[in-house]
């Protein structure tokens, strides 16, 4: 359920409409810590790192 919901977060934070905090409120993560924790330890960069990989991305592309 875990990779589900972590690959769902890529999804959402890649869409751009959503901040860190209200994409782990939305896939019932109790803190924003705690979903960056295990978001870091999965992929291996953590949520913000993502982000900004994506800076150079059109908003309209979606990367998964």
Do not use: C
Request: positive net charge.
């Amino acid at each position: 359920i875990s990779k589900i919901r972590l690959e769902e977060s890529k999804i959402l934070l890649s869409s751009r409409q959503m901040s860190i905090g209200e994409v782990a409120a939305h896939l019932g993560y109790s803190s924003i810590q705690h979903f960056s924790k295990l978001f870091h330890a999965w992929y291996g960069y953590t949520p913000s790192a993502y982000i900004k990989s994506l800076q150079s991305i059109p908003n309209d592309t979606v990367i998964l």
